[in-house]
């Protein structure tokens, strides 16, 4: 029977990755590059795939915009788009310094979906422009994967986005979390044979992230009285003033309070998971923001996804010691969003 690990063994086992990180990123110089589809065996192909053979597919897409994509790459090619407000649990890092992130996302794009992708950091934070930023990328991508915007402004930006552009735009860090959480607890909520409208859920954070899987888990059959959220402050109450005053810039949080928490509990995390089968926490990078002695107060088999990048809240062991040997527990982790 092999030996079980020892915390310090676990432990430096999830420090590895991020020293890995740095030798291999030095190593490559970055994680991408740009290569040629076609084949270039002399001079003479540089005549068909550029001057003066390029004129011609050029003159066909401009008399029919539609051969685009079957005479160039357009039709499978993404921009990675942020402006790196809301970089992993790092925040408001700068373009070039999340400048990583998205070029690992583009790596994901070509690596699991076989799709080019080109990382798109951009040195404003003012929303207007970089809704008009896209506008203006549009004739070059088929979609536009908008990356680690902070909230709120991300909500408007995609909100604006889907309704005026012209290709596709999606935001990762909420739906693409909240559609991959959503299956996640659908099957985990099977495994322990309980009812999704039934369900208590503590959202811990309240932003894109988690805001958008709230969405998504209210359409899917959560109940929102069963849920609470919270947040920097504590429990999301109806007598939370601080969230009324801002309640036209911080629309998903006035909403939370008045449908959410149908016990109007108040305090903090402790609080809220008392009792609670699920927890879905998307807060800050760890660990010991979440300590065991919490999740002791959740139900029997109770659900954890425990999602905070770079390192998750709490390490899981930590939590499968909180859960006892009556419990259950799934620790999620997503490569962010994640």
């Not at 919270?230 to 939370?256: C, M, P, T």
């Not at 659900?303 to 259950?328: D, T």
Request: glycine content about 8%; hydrophobic content about 40%; proline content about 5%.
């Amino acid at each position: 029977m092999a030996k079980k690990p020892t915390k310090e063994e676990l432990l430096e086992k999830a420090k590895k990755p991020a020293a890995d990180a740095m030798k291999l990123h030095a190593d490559y110089r970055g994680k991408m590059q740009t290569v040629p589809k076609c084949q270039v065996r002399d001079s003479n192909d540089f005549a068909i795939y550029y001057t003066p053979g390029v004129a011609e597919p050029c003159r066909a897409i401009q008399a029919d915009e539609s051969k685009m994509n079957e005479l160039t790459n357009r039709g499978n090619t993404v921009a990675v788009v942020s402006d790196c407000t809301r970089v992993l649990g790092l925040g408001d890092i700068g373009p070039k310094a999340g400048y990583p992130v998205m070029e690992g996302k583009c790596l994901l794009f070509k690596y699991l979906g076989g799709v080019d992708a080109v990382p798109i950091c951009l040195d404003t934070k003012d929303p207007d422009e970089i809704i008009q930023t896209v506008k203006w990328l549009e004739p070059s991508f088929a979609g536009i994967n908008l990356e680690d915007i902070a909230n709120p402004k991300c909500f408007y930006i995609l909100d604006r986005l889907r309704a005026e552009a012209k290709i596709p735009v999606w935001h990762d860090d909420q739906q693409g979390t909240a559609a991959i959480t959503t299956a996640g607890l659908i099957n985990s909520l099977k495994i322990v044979n309980k009812k999704i409208g039934d369900a208590k859920v503590v959202f811990n954070g309240s932003g894109a992230a988690n805001v958008a899987i709230a969405r998504v888990l209210f359409h899917f059959g959560i109940n929102p009285g069963n849920a609470i959220v919270v947040d920097s402050k504590g429990i999301l109450h109806k007598g939370r003033e601080d969230i009324e005053e801002k309640k036209d810039q911080y629309a998903d949080k006035w909403n939370f309070v008045q449908t959410t928490n149908a016990e109007n509990r108040t305090g903090g995390l402790t609080e809220a998971l008392q009792g609670a089968d699920v927890l879905i926490s998307l807060s800050h990078s760890g660990p010991d923001v979440i300590s065991a002695e919490q999740i002791k107060g959740m139900a029997r088999d109770a659900i954890c996804f425990v999602c905070a990048n770079p390192i998750p809240e709490i390490w899981p062991w930590e939590a499968k010691e909180g859960g006892g040997q009556n419990r259950r527990y799934w620790q999620v982790r997503f490569p962010q969003s994640g």
